[in-house]
């Protein structure tokens, strides 16, 4: 598969994901943000625990 027709693969596939695709309606808008919310403190927190734990031991 050259580059060409790997270009016109993604185009087409690309216009199938948007023909199939919808707008969420509130209810999972704000069910998508908590899961988004949750995420982003978790992995804030990882983050500091683990320059917490590098300061510690003084790396």
């Known amino acids: 598969m050259n580059v060409q027709e790997s270009f016109d693969k993604f ?3 690309s216009k199938r994901v948007l023909k199939v695709s919808r707008k969420p309606d509130a209810k999972e808008y704000r069910e998508l943000a ?3 919310s949750i995420g982003v403190l978790i992995v804030g927190v990882i983050g500091f625990v683990i320059v917490l734990a590098g300061s510690l031991i003084g790396i």
Do not use: G
């Open 11 to 13: 185009i087409k596939d």
């Open 34 to 36: 908590k899961v988004v």
